[in-house]
T-cell receptor, first 110, second 115 residues
């Protein structure tokens, strides 16, 4: 059974700092997703990572995938308040269903 | 990317009643997914709705409680039947999109509070 673990589950940080959210999964998968969710809102697709070594960047966010280690990271560079949200990773299983991490609630203080 | 709308956006309902949630997509899609997100939690897949066939339900979800319709390739409904306060959640529909269906897009969600 595919399981997805995120850590940390909660992160409070100052603006301007760098930090990384980790996403581990238990069995082989073809795709890994990162989503953002603002309070009371739906999910916004950030990145889709399809292959080992894939790295994608959008603004201050950069996601990478190591399929051998079954690990993805979401790195935040010089955080700004607008990045405060809950971030989810999800991995596709053999039935093409998404298995979700618990989410990381990120609070960035001005 | 797919554009997805849901109705209603939110509702407050009495226990024992039922609510039907609509999901409309701006393009034809084979698969539509219905998720539940309880307060402060991650997403849980309720069922997969395929046009022309019965929905496939995940463990812990049954058709009598969450009947789904999929009359065409752009529309689906999820009914939450005989509601209880434990059904208070955000309900989200999603569809795969992209050249290789590699991305899943989500509707804006329906926020349900059952009193």
């Amino acid at each position: 059974e595919l399981k997805v673990e995120q850590n940390p589950l909660f992160l409070s940080m100052q603006e301007g700092k760098n930090y990384t959210i980790y996403c581990n999964y238990s069995t082989t998968s073809d795709r890994l997703y990162w989503y953002r969710q603002d309070p009371g809102k739906s999910l916004e697709s950030l990145f889709v990572l399809l292959s080992n070594g894939a790295v994608k960047q959008e603004g201050r966010l950069m996601a990478s995938l190591d399929t051998k280690a079954r690990l993805s990271t979401l790195h935040i560079t010089a955080a700004v308040h607008d990045l405060s949200a809950t971030y989810f990773c999800a991995v596709i299983d053999s039935n093409y269903q998404l298995i979700w991490g618990a989410g990381t609630k990120l609070i960035i203080k001005p | 990317s797919a554009v997805i709308s849901q109705k209603p956006s939110r509702d407050i309902c009495q226990r024992g009643t039922s609510l039907t949630i609509q999901c409309q997509v701006d393009s034809q899609v084979t698969m539509m997914f219905w998720y539940r997100q309880q307060p402060g939690q991650s997403l849980t897949l309720i069922a997969t709705a395929n046009q022309g066939s019965e929905a496939t339900y995940e463990s812990g979800f049954v058709i009598d409680k969450f009947p789904i319709s999929r009359p065409n390739l752009t529309f689906s409904t999820l009914t939450v039947s005989n509601m209880s306060p434990e059904d208070s959640s955000i309900y989200l529909c999603s569809v795969p999109s992209g050249q290789r269906q590699e991305t899943q897009y989500f509707g804006p969600g329906t926020r349900l509070l059952v009193l």
